[in-house]
């Protein structure tokens, strides 16, 4: 198992640079026990108390999909996921992604509002509602382009809410999905790419000991070297 970075950490919370690869936690689909709760229990045993749901995600307070790599914050303790909850609950945390994607965008910001509901019969999310559509929620995020680079554009995401896959569906929505999304998009993966683009680089947010601070999560190097071949065509040739 590739281990996380700690990114930062005091007595009551750890941030830390998910691995893309690693799962959060063990799930049907993914019975494995290479999981980052497995790797903080090991690591923290007092967090095996801690959270709504201790004996399967404990300390867990959000979670990224296992092909995201990124920024993650748990909580060590009950009362530091209590301040924490609230938190991603009432929204007061500024979350932040790098994502490569298909196309070029029309405009070079802009904000996707689209509910998302669970597609019947599947455990995919979709954006085309009806009357068999589950556990519709509203969702909405924010994109800036950063930088055209060929048939691609490398944007930053900002998800206001924070629903399951909620960047990559609404992205797929509007027809520049993320490369290497294989669950919402038929697009054949380009050369140096394996998985999923799509990086948490940062976290804004109010600690327990009444700080407000930024993580930031360095880019891995597969996605770095993605972009600096993508930056240069010529040289990679």
Same mark, same amino acid.
């Given at each position: 198992?590739?281990?996380?970075?700690?990114?930062?950490?005091?007595?009551?919370?750890?941030?830390?640079? $998910?691995?893309?690869?690693? =799962?959060?936690? !063990?799930?049907?689909?993914? @019975?494995?026990?290479?999981?980052?709760?497995?790797? =903080?229990?090991?690591?923290? @045993?007092?967090?095996?108390?801690?959270?709504?749901?201790?004996?399967?995600?404990?300390?867990? +307070?959000?979670?990224?999909? *296992?092909?995201?790599?990124?920024?993650? /914050?748990?909580?060590?303790?009950?009362?530091?996921? #209590?301040?924490? *909850?609230?938190?991603?609950?009432?929204?007061? +945390?500024?979350?932040?992604? &790098?994502?490569?994607?298909?196309?070029?965008? #029309?405009?070079?910001?802009?904000?996707?509002?689209?509910?998302?509901?669970?597609?019947?019969?599947? =455990? *995919?999310?979709?954006?085309?509602?009806?009357?068999?559509?589950?556990? /519709?929620?509203?969702?909405?995020?924010?994109?800036?382009? $950063?930088?055209?680079?060929? =048939?691609?554009? &490398?944007?930053?995401?900002? @998800?206001?809410?924070?629903?399951?896959?909620?960047?990559?569906?609404? &992205?797929?929505? +509007?027809?520049? !999905? +993320? /490369?290497?999304?294989?669950?919402?998009?038929?697009?054949?993966?380009?050369?140096?790419?394996?998985?999923?683009?799509?990086?948490?680089?940062?976290?804004?947010?109010?600690?327990? %000991?009444?700080?407000?601070? *930024?993580?930031?999560?360095?880019?891995?190097?597969?996605? %770095?070297?993605?972009?600096?071949?993508?930056?240069?065509? /010529?040289? %990679?040739?």
């Amino acid at each position: 198992m590739t281990q996380p970075k700690i990114i930062y950490e005091d007595k009551d919370i750890l941030v830390i640079n $998910k691995p893309a690869g690693l =799962l959060v936690h !063990p799930i049907k689909a993914y @019975p494995s026990k290479d999981t980052l709760v497995a790797w =903080l229990t090991k690591k923290y @045993p007092k967090i095996k108390t801690v959270g709504d749901d201790p004996a399967n995600r404990p300390g867990i +307070v959000h979670r990224l999909d *296992k092909e995201t790599s990124g920024a993650m /914050v748990v909580a060590k303790t009950q009362k530091a996921f #209590e301040f924490l *909850k609230k938190q991603f609950q009432n929204r007061h +945390v500024k979350k932040n992604y &790098l994502a490569l994607v298909w196309g070029k965008f #029309e405009m070079r910001s802009g904000i996707i509002e689209k509910p998302i509901g669970i597609k019947s019969g599947t =455990l *995919k999310r979709t954006v085309k509602i009806d009357e068999n559509t589950k556990m /519709v929620k509203e969702a909405k995020t924010i994109y800036r382009v $950063k930088k055209e680079l060929g =048939l691609y554009s &490398l944007i930053e995401v900002e @998800p206001l809410t924070g629903r399951t896959h909620q960047i990559r569906v609404h &992205l797929a929505s +509007v027809k520049h !999905p +993320v /490369v290497g999304d294989r669950l919402y998009s038929q697009r054949e993966l380009p050369p140096g790419i394996k998985r999923l683009f799509l990086h948490a680089q940062s976290l804004e947010l109010d600690l327990p %000991n009444r700080k407000h601070e *930024k993580f930031t999560a360095e880019l891995p190097r597969d996605l %770095n070297q993605v972009l600096v071949a993508l930056a240069n065509p /010529v040289l %990679n040739k």
